[in-house]
C-alpha cells in the first residue's frame, strides 16, 4: 500500500509539476524532533520506573549530564565558519557607518 501511495505522489507530482525528489524525504527538523522525542521518551519511562533496570538515579542522571556535554561538545566542534559571510557583513557594516558618516553621525 505504501509502494502504491510513494509512486502515486512521485509521478502525479511531477506530472503536475510538483518537485517531489527521487525519494521521499523526511525535513531534518522532523529526523531530530522523532530521536529526540524517542530519546526523550526512553529517559522518561527509565526515571519514572516504567522500565525496569538496575541503574541507580544518580548513574542516570551522570550519563544524561555526560551524554549532554558530548553531543554539545561535537556540534561546537563541528559548527561550520563562513568566512565569507564574515567578509560580507564587515563590508556592509563598513559601508553603513560610512553612509551614516556622510549623514552626521560620529563613531568615536
Sequence with gaps: MLKIICYHIRHVGKEEGINTGDSLSIPKLFQW???G????ALWISLLLGYIDSDINDSTKDVILFL???AVIGYRVATFNDCVQSAEELQNDITEAKKDLMAKGFNFD
Design 33 to 35: 524532533l522523532m530521536a
Design 37 to 40: 522525542g524517542a530519546f526523550l
Design 67 to 69: 551524554y549532554s556535554v
